[in-house]
Structures are given as C-alpha cells and as structure tokens.
C-alpha cells in the first residue's frame, strides 16, 4: 500500500497568518493519464470532511481561494495564506493513484494559537 | 446538488449482523464508483471499498476483504455495507463516498455504528 504520511501533526497559527501543510508519498501519484491523484481534505469536529483540493491543486467549487495545493511526484503542500477561525479542523491528504487501496494520511490538526 | 444521505445511528451486540445504506441524489447514479470509508473514534479515515452500481463490480481493500459486504440496488440508488457477525472493533463511524476515476468527491453524513454487549 502507498503510505501517505503528514507533518507536522499539529498545527497552532495566529488568526491572519499563513499555514503550511506538508503530505509525502511513499510512492510516486503520477498516475497512467499523466494526472496526478492527490487530493486534501478538512474535517471539522463533529462533521463529515468536506474535500478542498484535487489533482494536488485544482480548488472544488466553493472553496476560497485561501487555499493553494501545490506539489509534485511524492512530495504534496497545502497552503492557507491567511488563516480564519473558520478553518480549524483536521486537513488529511488522500492518494487515488494507486488503488485498491485509496490511502490517507494521518491528518494535521490546525488550532489557532 | 449531489446529496449522499446515509442511514441512522444504529446501537448492536457482539455477533448481531447490520446493514447500512447510502442513497444517491443529484447526479448519475449508475455512472460512480460508490463506495465506503471507516473512521475510528480519533483516527483518520480508511478506505474499505467500493462498487460499480452499473454491474455490481465491487473492489475491497485487503484490510476489510472478508470481513464486510458492499452491494447496491441500482433502481433505488443506494448502496450498502454489511456485516453477518459484528465485534466491538466494528464500533466507528461509517461515511459513504462517490468515486471519480482515482478521485473521492462527495461524502455523506456518516452513520455511527456502536457494538457493545
């Protein structure tokens, strides 16, 4: 299985202020098509995750445009420019390149400071 | 506006068998994967499997092969998991998810399912 592993696992940020988030592949996510299957997500407490990123940086629709993915090959980053209350939660990354299994990450917990 | 929405919250015992569903609303049902992800309390999500409702085709991860069934009834757009003897390892949150191709676009609400005696 691809292991997907996250850092750092938590994350405490100053409302207004910037976040990055790391996930890295044990494999490469360039899959057969040419397109790259890593997608981000965000799980509030007490709620479903909601997905934010796909391809590592298309936005889904309604996402603000805070959120930037970016990366390549094994190597992944969410980034939040200016972080809001709003976005506390865990961020996990996910990997469709290489299935079955689909696999996760183990998340970043983002709290503000 | 597609809409995943999953059966309630469900309290079983050890052994009892379960069966929970899925129904699709908004968009092609026939033309997803539809599949299942586990989340243990404080854990992250793990994928357990899926399956094409068009022919009944279904994938499991390794970890779950065996141990759950994923089925669907095309002409209602549902899909659904099943156990035939439950354990209180089974005790977790169960969200049902559509499959793009390598993709995992829409969850639904997530239904709790506890196993104690």
């Known amino acids: 299985d691809v292991v997907m592993t996250q850092s750092p696992p938590s994350l405490p940020v100053t409302l207004g202020q910037p976040a990055s988030l790391s996930c890295r592949s044990s494999e490469s996510l360039v899959y057969s098509d040419g397109n790259t299957y890593l997608s981000w997500f965000h799980q509030r407490p007490g709620q479903s995750p909601r997905r934010l990123i796909y391809q590592v940086s298309k936005r889904d629709s309604g996402v603000p445009d805070r959120f930037s993915g970016s990366g390549s090959d094994t190597d992944f980053t969410l980034e939040i420019s200016r972080v809001e209350a709003d976005d506390v939660g865990i961020y996990y990354c996910m990997q469709g390149a290489h299935w079955p299994p689909f696999t996760f990450g183990g998340g970043t917990r983002v709290e503000i400071k | 506006e597609v809409q995943l929405v999953q059966s309630g919250a469900v309290v079983k015992k050890p052994g009892e068998s379960l069966k929970i569903s899925c129904q699709g609303f908004g968009y092609k049902f026939n033309n997803y994967w539809i599949g299942w992800v586990r989340q243990m309390p404080g854990k992250g999500p793990e994928w357990m499997g899926f399956?094409?409702?068009?022919?009944?085709?279904?994938r499991y991860s390794p970890s779950f092969q065996g141990q759950v069934t994923i089925s669907v009834d095309k002409s209602i757009n549902t899909a659904y998991l099943q156990w035939s003897a439950l354990k209180a390892s089974d005790t977790a949150m169960y969200y049902c998810?559509?499959?793009?191709?390598?993709?995992?676009?829409?969850w639904g609400q997530g239904t709790l399912v506890t196993v104690s005696a």
């Open positions: 998810a559509r499959f793009p191709t390598g993709e995992l676009d829409y």
């Open positions: 399956i094409w409702p068009h022919d009944s085709d279904s």
